[in-house]
C-alpha cells in the first residue's frame, strides 16, 4: 500500500508562509483525488484543499486567496502553499490520497502553528 509522508510543518509568524509536501512511498496516480485536511483538538477534522488527477482545484472558503495545493505527479508528491497565515491556521495538518475501491489513505500529520 502507498504510503503518505507530510513535512514543512512548523512555527511562523502571522502573515508568514510554509509550505506543506506530502510525499508517498508510490505512484499518486492510483489517487483521483489528493488533499489536506487539519485539525485542532476537540474539533472535527476539515477539509482544507483537495486537487483531482486532472488538476482541477478545490479550495475552503477560509483559504481561498491563500492557500494554493498543487501535485507533481514525477516526484509523487503534492505540495500545499500557505501564505497570510493567521492565529486560527493553527492545526495539525493531514496528507488524503482517495483511491477506487480502497479505503482513504492518511499521513500522520505535520504541526503547523501561526503565533508571534
Known amino acids: 500500500q502507498v504510503q503518505l509522508v507530510e513535512s514543512g510543518g512548523g512555527l511562523v509568524q502571522p502573515g508568514g508562509s510554509l509550505r506543506l509536501s506530502c510525499a508517498a512511498s508510490?505512484?499518486?496516480?492510483?489517487?483521483?483525488?489528493m488533499a489536506w485536511y487539519r485539525q485542532v483538538p476537540g474539533k472535527q477534522r476539515e477539509l482544507v484543499a483537495s486537487?483531482?488527477?486532472?488538476?482541477?482545484?478545490k479550495y475552503a472558503d477560509s483559504v481561498k486567496g491563500r492557500f494554493i495545493i498543487s501535485r507533481d505527479n514525477a516526484k509523487n508528491t503534492v505540495y500545499l502553499q500557505m501564505n497570510s497565515l493567521k492565529p486560527e491556521d493553527t492545526a495539525v495538518y493531514y496528507c488524503?490520497?482517495?483511491?477506487?475501491?480502497?479505503?482513504?489513505?492518511w499521513g500522520q500529520g505535520t504541526q503547523v502553528t501561526v503565533s508571534s
Open positions: 508510490g505512484s499518486i496516480r492510483i489517487f483521483y483525488v
Open positions: 488524503n490520497g482517495k483511491s477506487r475501491g480502497s479505503p482513504d489513505r
Open positions: 486537487i483531482t488527477s486532472g488538476g482541477s482545484a
